[in-house]
């Protein structure tokens, strides 16, 4: 099928045939015959690289160019939001019916925000989080939707995050009834099932684009699905580094996908050390620009420095701890194939399109707080090998994992290369995951009564999976919860959420973590310090699930409970008597002691040595508590604790930035983070007042300030800078930049 003989907007086929697109690809083609360009509600199910992003563009210049509509399109990973923002920007230079351009908006951060101004966009692209949020702030745009899609819509079988992604896909259909939907999805096994929710047909494919060839790698030596193999050359210590080696000596790219942000960093170290010397003359030039691109652009930090290192010989690395600038150019030197290797953590694993004709899948396994390590699914094993082989950049595409030894490599290859992807099941109706699904339904008055409100939950995917009645209990008991604890007011059959209740949907945060903070503050500890604050943080559900405490560290937390024996907002448990509380009281514990050590300047390093603390929990624990830390502020103010908004404020900066009390007001300048910060104190500058005082010389003479920082900080204490002060210090070289970076976070694909 032809995209000139479809029923489209001339300016759209002129548009796509300028982009050389010519025919559907049979996908497309089922999808357009499945009536999608008809208002058609679809569910598409479909190999990686298979062109989904094509059909939901056609879907969307139909609504806004010839319907008056609006449209959504919900990515569960912010760089997947971003590539289709920049994608989507294209149709900007569109009419609409009225003579006006299309506008594209996109909306993936602060949760705590109603972004009245997307109103004006025609196009906009959300987090499956921010869409919620958007939902419980009621945003009011959000009923003049007319086509919502939903990418990666398999995701709704996280159990992390699916049932987000389950009530906003449940939430829009219900208040925009004649809403098309289009959901685009790996291929599953009941993508049918998926569809009878959504009232939607479903078009299942196999169909790839370009042929892609799955294999494990062991001892030297590549076995294909399909029987082939081929024998890679040991030149280094790491066999995804070898195979990396071979592509890149075939002339191809490869995309290496590391656990952690801290492994793949080293991956690109040993890649940059394996590459060194190797690029020609030219491409070197060009080598050398991009690594200096990524040096004059955002703070120079230890994590800059480094990536800047390994550009020079065409290696890299991604992951979501970078600032977005080098992100962005690292993405694209990697589309130019000026970058050979890049290791990358799994927030590039959907998606999105790059040039890797080969996929190095470092590790099949994955570390979650509270649940240890586990193999990741065979969906999420296809999304990662779906990055090689993109139609734009090559003509096949191979996908390897790693077997340590012969058992192994023939467990991966029955179990992920061989396996069929897992069925999608609601995890909805986890009381845990419900409770603040059920409080907003109510609170952003979704629904005003008991019966409202198990309407709206028969209409989730759980309850079509399992039947609405499994459901309704669960809900009976969460409503009984949010009535005593006054989040909720029934009279008669009427449902209305209380200013607390309110304020909690809005928070995004568990009610029963509301209503620990809550009592925490009225409590009061006889002696209240930052200790009892962030303890009571640490207790809440919402921080769940904490590391536990190892073997050896019993003793040292009971001591910690005693020295602290005062500062507890609630009673502590009784070891003998009540164990099992005791025992999740000990976890509490530990996380506000891990956060403590953070408050307390002591570097990550420390802490995961100290505190035995995988790689993750830390930043977990540091971005919850931040967050709920806020939630307490805004909580304490509900409530009247006019006198613990002050220190809320203090803990928050402090549990931010990982800094003593003392520092609290230098963090707040751009650019100064806890090691300078520190450096400035020690410099004898302790508030901002004596910055701005300073000559920039004198500020640069402080390690791991350079003359740019120098000036920002200057001008932000309102100093006022003479072009002969900059002029004398602009050519300072700063000392070693000793910039701590946060690197072993797992990654949060948010
Ligand atoms: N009809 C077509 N003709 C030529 N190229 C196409 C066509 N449709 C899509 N493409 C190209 O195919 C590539 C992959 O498409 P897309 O990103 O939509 O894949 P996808 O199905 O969404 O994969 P994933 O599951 O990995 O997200 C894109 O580079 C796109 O430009
Ligand atoms: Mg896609």
Redesign the pocket.
């Known amino acids: 099928m032809r995209?000139r003989e479809l029923p489209l907007d001339s300016q759209v086929v002129q548009l796509l045939e300028g982009e050389?697109?010519?025919?559907?690809?049979p996908p497309?083609e089922d999808a357009v015959k499945a009536g999608v360009l008809d208002g058609k509600n679809l569910v598409l199910a479909?190999?990686?690289?298979?062109?989904?992003?094509?059909v939901a563009e056609l879907c969307i210049l139909k609504h806004v160019l010839e319907r008056h509509g609006k449209a959504i399109y919900l990515s569960p990973l912010r760089a997947l939001a971003s590539e289709k923002y920049k994608e989507f920007q294209r149709f900007s230079s569109l009419k609409k019916p009225g003579g006006e351009h299309l506008r594209v908006g996109i909306s993936t951060g602060d949760y705590d925000s109603s972004d009245p101004w997307l109103g004006r966009y025609d196009v906009i692209l959300a987090t499956n989080e921010k869409a919620d949020s958007l939902l419980r702030h009621k945003a009011p745009w959000m009923n003049e939707l007319s086509l919502v899609i939903a990418?990666?819509v398999h995701l709704l079988t996280e159990h992390a995050r699916g049932p987000t992604l389950e009530v906003v896909l449940t939430r829009l259909t219900e208040i925009n009834p004649k809403i098309q939907v289009l959901a685009?999805s790996?291929t599953v096994r009941n993508a049918e099932e998926l569809g009878e929710w959504l009232h939607a047909d479903s078009v299942t494919t196999e169909w790839r684009?370009v042929p892609l060839r799955e294999g494990i790698y062991h001892d030297g030596q590549v076995q294909f699905r399909e029987g082939t193999s081929r024998i890679v050359a040991g030149q280094t210590n790491s066999p995804p580094l070898d195979i990396a080696l071979d592509v890149v000596t075939k002339g191809g790219q490869a995309l290496i996908f590391s656990e952690t942000r801290r492994s793949a960093v080293e991956m690109g170290r040993k890649a940059a050390l394996a590459l060194k010397g190797q690029a020609p003359k030219p491409e070197q030039r060009s080598l050398d620009a991009i690594s200096n691109r990524i040096l004059s652009s955002g703070e120079k930090t230890r994590l800059s420095e480094a990536l800047a290192s390994q550009v020079l010989t065409g290696a890299g690395f991604h992951h979501a701890g970078l600032p977005g600038a080098h992100r962005g150019i690292i993405e694209e030197s990697f589309r130019e194939g000026r970058i050979k290797i890049l290791a990358a953590t799994p927030t590039l694993a959907?998606?999105v399109?790059l040039p890797a004709r080969t996929v190095i899948i470092s590790s099949y396994e994955r570390y979650e707080s509270g649940y240890g390590r586990y193999p990741i699914s065979v969906l999420e094993y296809k999304?990662f090998c779906?990055?090689a082989g993109?139609?734009?950049y090559d003509k096949f595409g191979e996908s390897l994992l790693i077997a340590r030894n012969h058992d192994e490599a023939e467990w991966l290859m029955e179990n992920y290369v061989l396996a069929q992807p897992e069925k999608l099941w609601s995890k909805l109706a986890v009381e845990k995951v419900l409770r603040p699904h059920v409080l907003s339904t109510i609170a952003a008055g979704y629904a005003r009564t008991e019966d409202g409100l198990y309407d709206f939950f028969s209409r989730t995917f759980y309850a079509h999976q399992y039947g609405p009645r499994m459901i309704k209990g669960k809900i009976g008991d969460i409503l009984r919860f949010l009535c005593t604890e006054k989040m909720v007011e029934m009279e008669g059959k009427e449902l209305t959420a209380s200013k607390f209740g309110k304020r909690v949907s809005e928070l995004y945060i568990d009610p029963e973590s509301a209503v620990i903070i809550r009592d925490g503050l009225y409590n009061r500890a006889k002696k209240l310090t930052d200790f009892s604050l962030i303890h009571l943080v640490c207790k809440t559900p919402d921080l769940a699930p904490r590391p536990r405490p190892r073997g050896g560290e019993f003793d040292g937390l009971g001591l910690l409970a005693t020295q602290h024996s005062e500062e507890f907002t609630f009673q502590v448990p009784e070891q003998f008597e009540d164990p099992v509380a005791y025992d999740e009281f000990l976890g509490e514990l530990k996380a506000a002691q891990v956060l403590e050590d953070w408050m307390e300047e002591r570097t990550e390093d420390e802490i995961l040595e100290a505190r035995k603390v995988e790689p993750g929990d830390l930043l977990r624990l540091v971005q919850g508590s931040e967050w709920l830390v806020f939630a307490a502020q805004e909580l304490g103010r509900l409530f009247g604790h006019k006198d613990l908004l002050a220190p809320l404020e203090m803990l928050r900066v402090r549990v931010t930035k990982g800094v003593r009390p003392e520092l609290v007001k230098l963090v707040g300048l751009e650019g100064v983070g806890r090691v300078r910060a520190r450096m400035l104190y020690r410099a004898g500058l302790k508030t901002v007042d004596e910055i701005k005082e300073k000559s920039l010389t004198e500020l640069t003479s402080i390690p791991t300030i350079g003359p740019s920082l120098a000036k920002k900080i200057k001008e932000q204490a309102g100093g006022l800078i003479k072009a002969d002060e900059w002029e004398k210090a602009k050519n300072v070289k700063p000392s070693e930049v000793e910039q701590q970076v946060m690197l072993t976070e797992y990654e949060d694909t948010n």
């Open positions: 995209i050389g697109l010519d025919q559907l690809y497309q479909s190999p990686t690289a298979s062109g989904k992003t094509l990418d990666e685009l790996a684009p959907a998606g399109n999304q779906g990055r993109r139609p734009k």
